[in-house]
């Protein structure tokens, strides 16, 4: 069974870790071992070898796949170790022109997935990218130069224009994961993108509901793109700002938030235990910018109980977001009691 299984609205299911899967998506070398909850390991340097696929989809959307047929919006996470290297064989089926370009990774300018170094795939052109990755170094006076490790992203940036804003608005976006050796692999995954008004271009009642099973270790990755300012906010849990989003210690400071902005161009990840201290239920995550929630910037994260079943009260929850009517910016505006109410919940006013 494939572990990095998407369902329809994004969401990677139970599964360790794209560097697990080996056999799977042909990369070569790199085979991890992990028990939930516990470091991985991994093997120094290695290159992986992926195969993206960039497929129109329905609605005039565009996304990237592992296989052919099975792009999705957002694209696949990626992953690799400090160290690694990742050849991405990209083949555009597509009969626009478009890339692949990477955040905090190292690559030529051949790699670099853009028209101002000629680095684009044209409609129906196979082009490999490569990229590459580092552990942190010292410096003279006791200084340190940062490795690639982070919660990153990659995204197109061709189509359209010179800076990919096509591709950006019809879905060719996706995390991009460099792991420092020793972190603990989650044990689900979810990328969260805010691309103008939509999420995951998507916009309420139709945005993701993810899930988990009380307990289980839960991986966000979150991603700004498009031409407006947000903030993420996640319901009942919270994480520190950091690049793991734990604590490496009592001492360590710090701050521990559960908003955060995520502006255009901007990632960030954490990892939770799902309903840590506060239970099982239907949380809500959202853009907290007032207007942008109000109009849609919204969707549940559906923590079960430890066995899988609905908590009680979850699926009414459910249903009273199924029953949101997200009004206009402009109509929410005009009153300071429509934005003080800018939901109708079935009809209760509550």
Known sequence: MNDNVVNRDGERLRRRSLLAAAGVLGLTGGAVAVTRGEPARAAAGVTKKITIYAEALPGNLIGYGLTRGGATIPGPILEMYEGDTLEITLVNTTTQRLSIHPHGVDYSVDSDGSPFNASFNEPGQTRTYTWRSHEMTTVAGRRF???SAGYWHYHDHALGTDHGTGGLARGLYGALIVRRRGDILPDKQITVVFNDMLINNKSAPNTPMFEANLGERVEWIAIGHGSLFHTFHLHAHRWADNRTGMLEGPADPSQVVDNKDLNPGSSFGFQ???GEAVGPGAWMY???VQMHSDTGMAGIFLVRNADGTMPP????????????QHT?????ATTATE???PHVHGGTGS
């Open 313 to 324: 009260g979850a699926q009414e929850a459910i249903d009273r977001f199924q029953g949101h």
């Open 328 to 332: 206009a910016a402009a109509t929410a």
């Open 272 to 274: 939770v235990l799902a």
């Open 145 to 147: 130069m940062p490795g």
């Open 339 to 341: 934005s003080a109410q």
């Open 286 to 288: 959202h853009c907290h």
